[in-house]
């Protein structure tokens, strides 16, 4: 595949910030060790470069991994440890095609709702400087195919209410990126889950492994959402 500079360029600097410290891998396992038992079922949506899928199969997961992306989904089929079954698709509320908004310089922050993101701070310098049509499942089908996960991340810029849009049974964990450049999603994405059932929230920042809240209700981690100054995932556990 011909990437050209910028794709080259983008490639490796994900590859720096998401690989370049093995030691967050070996963390996040642990951590998702906390969630998971040997053997249990996992979905990364929006794998990227595999730091989240490595980190759970690490963890004894079974792990079933969506990119959409060419440039990276080529990188993943090539570099992913067996036993990961890595999908071409993105996730959302209905299956068929969309076209994804491809930042070759920044591919973490292609996306199928790029607006969303460049509407926030800190994204002035992003350009999405290309277009892939790109296969659209659902969470449901997904779970059809390959059985019921006992987490899901998901981590798709700005994009997260439309893939939890297409699930309609709870499952045990999730974990879902919130932006502060799209409020909204991440407050779709909570009262999604408050109607799926007796979800318990809270909130990590960052790559860490730390809950930065005690466990609340959807209004109380939606409280707390404005003070949030940086890219988080918000952690949702059904009781």
Sequence with gaps: MSLGVRGWAGLARSLVIYRAR?????????FYATLLEPGDLAFDIGAHVGNRARALHRAGARVVALEPQAVLHAFLARDLPPGII??????????GVAELAVSKLHPTVSSLVPGRVAAGPGFGHVRWDAREPVEVTTLDALIAAHGAPRFVKIDVEG???EVLAGLTHPVPWLAFE?????????????????ALGPYRFNLITGEGDRYALDWTDAAGLAAALPRLTRNGDVYARLD
């Design 178 to 194: 919130a932006l502060p450049a799209a409020p909204r999603a991440a407050r779709a994405c909570l009262a999604r889950l408050a």
């Design 22 to 30: 093995p030691w967050r891998i070996a963390r996040l396992a642990r």
């Design 159 to 161: 994009f997260e209410a």
């Design 86 to 95: 890595l999908l071409r698709q993105a996730a959302g509320a209905m299956p």
